[in-house]
């Protein structure tokens, strides 16, 4: 009967598939999407699957401009997989117990909370509310569904590898599409700025990266990384971005305690201010290097974030308990945290503060993720001359760098390292045993507590070995 049961089932799908691809051209593509997706489901099961998805979502986080249709812009692939990836994982989320930081957990539920009075009144509540849960969505929801689900640490570093291949892959797309009417490149994104800001996600990822490996093929795939993704930095144009990874760069000796590294950011400074004009030259005069130097360019974006910020403290000063919730000029100060006082008031602007301290503190204590704290601390670094407030570009990486705080060098499984042993060999006793079997017993115990104590064990064996 169960055969029976699951074949009709099987038809009666196979039969509702080829009537939705009789319908018209996008339902026949969606059609083939779920007959796909259902035989990957049957073949591979939910947890694979949902893994797949959850890759497939890092890649297409970077490659914002990458979306399934016009009509529905504000969705990207990234958000499809993601929603995908995690409905299929609610089997295995809820097999482990949830470990959340206290301090984020305060700090965001203050920031949905707030969102939600902040948007009630407001003057257009609705828009309110569409505008405030992508906050609460990017900086509450995402990070707390990866730290439920808390993949093992291999595949931490392979969602973060996902995440820098969609980078170069919006490199390289950008270069075939080839450079604004401005002379800046975007890659596979809707803004220069967002293109940079990928590039900056991924170097501070490279830096985990890095030192998760020790062989120097692994090693050399990492520097080619890093090469392909300050070259996105640069190209773009953006500043900020490109400021950020020199303040990781800087950073990273005095946090690592490294004198080697120190040696090699020096010199690297050196070498490059010295050839600064021919790498600007080969780089074009709308590169981050050659808006570093100044132009016209430089100045009038300068001029229009001082104007954007003015207006943003105005609109804070208004309000600055309640907040006035959000609309379509919420992003428009172009400073996160200043956005974030706009929208939901001061008191939320703290809680975001708690929320990005929680994700960056790790990156000062022991475990093995702990370097995956850069990337939250380029974000905060470069969210004060930034408006990318909840874009999943971001907020993929920052969520994937919450894994941090709930992994110590404990969860790393050591390497088995069987205890050598006594090649000293114990004396005999030289007096010949009697017959009390009690002195023999006690001698024997004796030996085996001294032989127990010099392999490094601290109990008492829990038998007595037979004397031959």
Avoid: C
Avoid at 24 to 52: F, Q
Avoid at 453 to 462: D, N
Wanted: charged content about 10%; cysteine-free; proline content about 6%.
């Amino acid at each position: 009967m169960k055969p029976v049961a699951t074949y009709g089932s099987g038809l009666l799908v196979l039969a509702g598939l080829l009537a939705l691809a009789s319908v018209n051209t996008i339902t026949m593509i969606l059609a083939v999407v779920l007959a796909v997706g259902l035989t990957m489901l049957v073949a591979l099961g939910t947890e694979r699957l949902g893994t797949l998805a959850m890759i497939a979502a890092m890649v297409f986080a970077p490659l914002n401009d990458v979306r399934p249709a016009e009509a529905v812009n504000f969705v990207t692939f990234s958000d499809l997989f993601f929603a995908a990836g995690f409905g299929l994982l609610v089997p295995t989320m809820l097999m482990r117990k949830s470990r959340v930081p206290t301090g984020f957990a305060v700090a965001g539920s203050l920031i949905l909370v707030l969102t939600v009075i902040a948007s009630l009144l407001n003057e257009a509540p609705l828009m309110s509310l569409n505008y405030g849960f992508r906050l609460v969505a990017a900086v509450v929801v995402l990070p707390f569904l990866f730290l439920w689900w808390r993949p093992s640490i291999k595949l931490i570093d392979g969602l973060a590898w996902s995440f820098v291949a969609g980078q170069v892959i919006s490199l390289v797309g950008g270069m075939v599409v080839g450079a604004n009417p401005n002379g800046r490149y975007m890659g596979l994104t809707t803004h220069t700025n967002f293109f940079a800001l990928g590039a900056l996600m991924s170097f501070a990822m490279l830096i985990h990266l890095y030192s998760r490996y020790e062989t120097t093929g692994m090693r050399l795939l990492v520097w080619a990384a890093g090469g392909a993704v300050i070259a996105s930095a640069i190209l773009s144009g953006s500043r900020a971005s490109l400021l950020g990874m020199v303040m990781l760069a800087v950073l990273y000796p005095l946090v690592e305690r490294s004198v080697l590294s120190a040696y090699l950011v020096v010199s690297a400074a050196i070498l490059g201010l010295a050839s600064l004009n021919w790498l600007i030259s080969i780089a074009g005069e709308s590169s981050a290097l050659a808006r570093l130097k100044g132009d016209s360019t430089a100045s009038y974006s300068d001029q229009a974030r001082e104007r954007a910020f003015t207006t943003g403290v105005q609109e804070f000063l208004a309000k600055p308990l309640q907040g006035n919730g959000f609309d379509i000029t919420a992003l428009d100060a172009h400073n996160v945290y200043l956005q974030v006082a706009v929208g939901i008031g001061i008191f939320g602007a703290v809680a975001f503060v708690m929320v990005l301290w929680n994700l960056v503190v790790p990156l000062f204590r022991p475990g093995p993720l702990r370097r995956l704290g850069y990337v939250p601390l380029a974000y905060a670094a470069v969210a004060v001359i930034t408006n990318s407030l909840w874009d999943r570009f971001v907020w993929a990486g920052l969520a994937l760098a919450a894994l941090a705080a709930v992994y110590s060098d404990d969860d790393v499984p050591a390497d088995p390292s069987p205890v050598p042993a006594d090649p000293s060999p114990v004396p005999a006793d030289p007096s010949p045993v009697s017959g009390d079997p009690s002195s023999r017993r006690s001698a024997t115990n004796l030996t085996a507590w001294e032989q127990s104590f010099t392999a490094g064990k601290h109990r008492a064996p829990t038998h007595t070995p037979e004397i031959m």
